[in-house]
């Protein structure tokens, strides 16, 4: 019988976008990610971090894929009706399915086990400034 390894650490991990992101759009974050991170918490005791502007990041992406998604949804489904007289079903609203993605990404973090910061900047105004460029507000 192997000898386990002995553990070393903790350690910090602060997770970026480009880590994070799926390849596969229907997922979450990336699979390779998640593989590593549990190889790596058998090996040693990892403290993983994400900041919430990565989070954002991974939400709005998605966001933008459900965007466009009911868009082409509502489309087909107005020419449908016109063809067939037939009712319109209801279909998630964009507001909702910006919700659903914020929360499913808040419930990884807290399946993964993973904390979530904002770095603090003393000048006010800036956590709005951070949320209006992750949601492509304008001026962004």
Do not use: H
Not at 15 to 35: C, H, I, M, P, Y
Not at 83 to 88: E, L, V, Y
Not at 117 to 122: A, G, I, Q, S
Request: charged share 25%; hydrophobic share 45%.
């Amino acid at each position: 019988m192997a000898k386990p390894f002995p553990k070393f650490g903790p350690y910090n991990i602060i997770a970026d976008t480009n880590a994070l992101r799926a390849q596969d759009s229907r997922k979450l974050v990336s699979a390779g990610f998640e593989a590593a991170l549990a190889e790596l918490r058998k090996l040693t005791t990892i403290q993983l971090f994400i900041p919430d502007v990565v989070v954002g990041e991974l939400a709005y992406q998605k966001f933008e894929m459900a965007a466009a998604a009911i868009e082409g949804i509502n489309s087909k489904l107005s020419l449908l009706g016109e063809i067939t007289g037939a009712r319109r079903p209801t279909v998630c609203s964009v507001e909702r399915a910006k919700k659903i993605i914020q929360k499913r990404y808040d419930a990884w973090c807290k399946a993964t086990n993973a904390r979530r910061f904002t770095p603090r900047v003393r000048q006010s105004g800036w956590n709005r400034i951070v949320e209006d460029a992750i949601w492509r507000i304008s001026p962004f």
